[in-house]
C-alpha cells in the first residue's frame, strides 16, 4: 500500500508543470535537484501568473514578474535555469482547459519529456487540478504514433502540495534538503503571508515513515507510464491516488450532510415541541 524504499528518478529530459511559481520547488525541489545533479535537462512551465485575482493589469504583470523572478531564483538553488512562462490567469484554468490542453500538447512535441511532474488530480486548488486533468485529456487524445514520438517511454509523476496522495513512490530528499530549504526562502512574496515552508517540511518529514532510520525527509509521488494513462479513465487514477471524491460524489456527500442536518434539526423541533 505504500513503498517501504525509497527510489530515484532517471530521466534525459523533464517537463515540471507548476500551475503557480513556487509550486515547482514545494512539490518536487529534492527530485529536481537529484535530477539536475544527474545531468537531466529540466525545463519549468510556470503555468500561470500567481497574481491571485488582481483585477488592474499593470498590478497584475507586477505581481506576475515579481513571481516568475522568484522562482527563477529558487531554482538556480537546485541547479536549475530553463524556465518559461505561461501567463494564464491564477485561479481561471478550468475556464478553458482546451486552451491549456492545446499549450502542454504543443510544450510535449518541443521538448519530448521522458519524465513530467505534473500535480496530482486530488488537489485542493482548483488550478492544480485543471493542470492535471488537462495535461491527461492530452496524453489521452493524442494519437500512439504521435505519443511514441513526443513522450518515448515517458513517466508521468504527480506531486503532492495540498492534498496528500497515496505514493506508489518514494524519493530520499535527505541529500538534497538544505538545497530545498535555500530554494523555498526565495519565494518572498508567498511566505510573508503564510510559512508553507514548513508545511511542506511537515510533510516530507512524515513521508519518511516507512523508510530507513538513514532517511530524515521523503518526497511522496504516484508515478505512472503514459502508457497506462492512455488507457486508464482519469476517474480511476484519482481514485487510485486518492483520498478524493469526484463532483458527483461531492454532491451526494453535501446533499446526504444536509438531509442529515435536517434531520437533527427535525428531531430537536419534535422533542422542543414535546411531539
Known amino acids: 500500500m505504500i513503498p517501504y524504499r525509497a527510489s530515484t528518478f532517471s530521466a534525459r529530459r523533464v517537463l515540471v508543470l507548476a500551475p503557480h511559481p513556487d509550486d515547482e520547488v514545494f512539490g518536487c525541489g529534492a527530485a529536481l535537484a537529484s535530477l539536475s545533479e544527474s545531468g537531466a535537462d529540466v525545463t519549468v512551465y510556470l503555468v500561470t501568473d500567481g497574481a491571485g485575482s488582481e483585477p488592474d493589469h499593470a498590478r497584475r504583470r507586477e505581481i506576475g514578474e515579481r513571481r516568475a523572478a522568484e522562482s527563477r531564483q529558487a531554482l538556480r538553488h537546485i541547479g536549475i535555469t530553463k524556465v518559461r512562462q505561461g501567463g494564464f490567469y491564477d485561479r481561471n484554468l478550468l475556464v478553458d482547459p482546451g486552451r491549456l490542453a492545446e499549450e502542454f500538447e504543443r510544450l510535449i512535441r518541443e521538448i519530448r519529456p521522458d519524465l513530467v511532474f505534473l500535480p496530482s488530480p486530488a488537489e485542493v486548488h482548483p488550478d492544480h487540478r485543471a493542470v492535471a486533468q488537462a495535461f491527461l485529456s492530452v496524453v489521452r487524445g493524442l494519437p500512439e504514433a504521435d505519443t511514441l ?50 508545511l511542506v517540511l511537515a510533510l516530507t518529514a512524515y513521508r519518511r515513515m516507512t523508510l530507513g532510520p538513514h532517511v530524515r525527509f521523503a518526497e511522496g509521488y504516484f508515478v505512472l507510464p503514459v502508457s497506462v494513462c492512455r488507457v486508464v479513465a482519469a476517474e480511476r487514477i484519482l481514485r487510485v491516488l486518492g483520498p478524493s471524491l469526484s463532483p458527483a460524489e461531492l454532491g451526494e456527500v453535501r446533499s446526504l450532510e444536509n438531509e442529515r442536518i435536517w434531520v437533527k434539526a427535525g428531531a430537536f423541533l419534535r422533542t422542543l415541541l414535546g411531539r
Open 149 to 198: 514520438e513526443a513522450l518515448p517511454e515517458a513517466h508521468l509523476a504527480f506531486f503532492e502540495i495540498s492534498q496528500p496522495i497515496r505514493p506508489n513512490f518514494l524519493l530520499d530528499a535527505t541529500p538534497y534538503q538544505e538545497k530545498k530549504e535555500q530554494a523555498m526562502q526565495a519565494y518572498v512574496s508567498q511566505i510573508g503571508g503564510k510559512d508553507y515552508p514548513s
